[in-house]
């Protein structure tokens, strides 16, 4: 960049000797030409890049690859937790079963089925946000990502469905079923981008607008555009909307991995 800078100064410097005109009017090719032209080209790039990061600011990244520091569970009755840390793989003997070898990488709910684990979120909170992910099912399985908590994006294995409804992958619970679908084979990783706007409250703690899912895409194919959520989705956190809330994992229905989770606070 340097360079380039110091060789347009130079162009700069010539004046119009630089740059002579032909009889027709057009720019001779010199290499202060081609100069001006690379200085164009970078220019509309970092435009453009400017321009994407404008509406984010740091991300934060809950998990730290290596144990569940900084993440709580919601209890259910007498059921314990069964997530851990490590490389998720299907169960050789039994695919609808995740195993986790070694000790970091990703957050595993280790089961075999429905009704053995609970879930998990958080300490940390945010409002609207950014959420990228990578999620990993086993066949049959089912959880879901609770985005501030309380407004569920469908986790489930639906290779393969060709009708699809409110409960399969990338739906919105309750709310709105997939517009395609996205997903892989279970036992392959698969990465979901959400973009949500927290809902708006004011100073008497009165709702002035409801939470929208801005868009949510699922290895790169677009499922959902702006849906507005009424209300929040049953089985959260807390059940009540917020400002700001963390980020929930379902773990009470099933084998589920989750890792290289990165949440960007939205600047609007």
Sequence with gaps: MQKLADSMMGCVNQGR??????STGNLRHT????????VQRTLATLTFFATLAGGLAFADNPFNGKDLTGW????????????????????TANPKALKASGTGGA?????????QSIDIYSDQKWGSSR???????????????????????????????EKLGGGDMGAIYGAQP???????????????????????????????ANAKFLVVKLNGKILHENVEMKGPTPSGVTGREAATGPIMFQGDHGPVAYRNIKITPLKK
């Design 72 to 91: 709580s569970f919601k209890k259910k009755g007498a059921l314990e937790s069964k997530w851990a840390t490590g490389a998720p793989q299907l169960d």
């Design 178 to 208: 997939p517009r395609t679908n996205a997903c892989k084979k279970p036992g392959e990783w698969q990465k979901y981008q959400i973009d949500f706007l927290a809902p708006k409250f004011d100073a008497s703690g009165k709702k002035t």
């Design 107 to 115: 957050m595993v709910n280790v089961v075999t089925g429905h009704g």
């Design 131 to 161: 959420i990228e992910l990578e999620v990993l099912v086993a066949k049959g399985a089912n959880s879901g990502i609770y985005v501030m908590g309380e407004y569920e994006v469908q986790v489930l294995d639906s290779y393969g469905k």
């Design 31 to 38: 290499p202060c030409k081609d100069i001006m032209k690379a």
């Design 17 to 22: 000797k630089a740059f002579p005109i032909a």
